[in-house]
């Protein structure tokens, strides 16, 4: 079974781990095809519409973080270079990490701010469903 710092890496369903997120590979020209639910439990990823819109901020976030690293990186490896070498070396970056952003951030927002649990009854198929 695997945690949950393991199943948020291999983009997995935050309510069984198993099954995954997204559709294709992340360098896939179609990266951002999400499964509308899971193949395992059959949650619906999109909790209420718009959901994902907030996974904007943790996609800047992100961004942000990802860039004053790359920024730094570039200072020390290229010892201080001018200002167009930071522009280059950083567009190139957001457009390589864009797909890893656009995952991430749609992964964090479900694990961390939505109200879906884990619930290991999915993962060991004997989940009754509900009575309605």
Known sequence: MPTKAEAMIRCRCPRCRKGRMFTYPPFHY???LMNKRC???NLQFEIE???FWGAMYFSYALNVAEMV???ILTSILFRDPGPWTYVAVLVAAIFVLMPFNFRY???LMLYWISPIKYDPSYVQGNHE???E
């Open 30 to 32: 179609r990266f951002s």
């Open 39 to 41: 193949e395992v439990c």
């Open 49 to 51: 519409p718009g959901f």
């Open 69 to 71: 690293g790359i920024a």
């Open 105 to 107: 951030a749609r992964v």
């Open 129 to 131: 469903p509900a009575a």
